[in-house]
């Protein structure tokens, strides 16, 4: 799924994206047959064990998370389906509260790639981690970019409160910031979520 480059850190814009994006995906068809994604994964599921697996990098994590809960919800609909969905997700935001947070842990077995030096894994449920990125002896936010420092303090006091998914295989790691060329998906957050979407990338090669 690809991520859509903005230019300020937007919160509408990220969420108004995201939401044409899974739109699109759920109502995918193919133009020879006039079959959609969902009735094709629905026919899959006829013939035998379904075994899908959901991923995405950063937006693309999140809308991960989203799309399995709806695929959950919308494949069995037609009646009895033997299908799992295994979500695997990349740098991936939190924005979902706590109930949901719970059901979705207890339900898939989720796979998680977070590298601790990204902060986009870090919204919307610790933006402190942010404030926090560089601690002493590293540069300081405050001293670097004062007005960046308290608009991210009055962004976190403002927001509702979101609850981290507990995944049941995690994979933190602590990667460098990327050094080189402009990332290749032009998204918000430092360049440490370059070493996490490379990380997505060879996973994706090895699966298919």
């Known amino acids: 799924m690809s991520e859509t480059p903005i230019k300020t850190p937007n919160r509408r814009r990220l969420v108004l994206f995201g939401t044409v994006a899974l739109a699109l995906a759920m ?18 599921a006829k ?22 809960a709806w695929l959950n919800d919308q494949l069995a609909k037609v009646g009895p389906l033997k299908f799992s969905l295994w979500p695997h997700t990349f740098a991936c935001p ?22 601790t030096n990204d902060v986009v894994p870090m919204g919307w ?4 981690g942010v404030l926090a990125t560089f601690p002493p002896p590293g540069p300081s936010l405050y001293n670097t970019n004062w007005w ?3 608009l991210i303090e009055l962004v976190n006091a403002a927001i509702p409160t979101y609850t981290q998914i507990i995944p049941s295989n995690a994979d ?18 430092n360049d440490a979520s370059l070493g996490t979407y490379q990380l997505f990338s ?3 090669r090895t699966s298919l």
């Open 27 to 44: 109502g995918m068809t193919d133009p020879t047959t006039s079959v959609s994604l969902l009735d094709h994964l629905r026919g899959l």
């Open 47 to 68: 013939s035998g064990t379904l075994n899908l697996m959901v991923t995405g990098h950063s937006l693309g994590a999140a809308l991960t998370v989203v799309a399995t």
């Open 94 to 115: 939190t924005m979902w509260n706590a109930a949901f947070a719970t059901m979705f842990a207890q339900t898939f077995p989720y796979y998680a790639a977070v590298n």
């Open 125 to 128: 449920a610790n933006l402190d």
């Open 148 to 150: 960046l420092y308290h």
């Open 172 to 189: 933190s790691f602590t990667g460098t910031p990327a050094r080189g060329p402009q990332r290749p998906n032009g998204e918000i957050g």
């Open 202 to 204: 060879a996973v994706l």
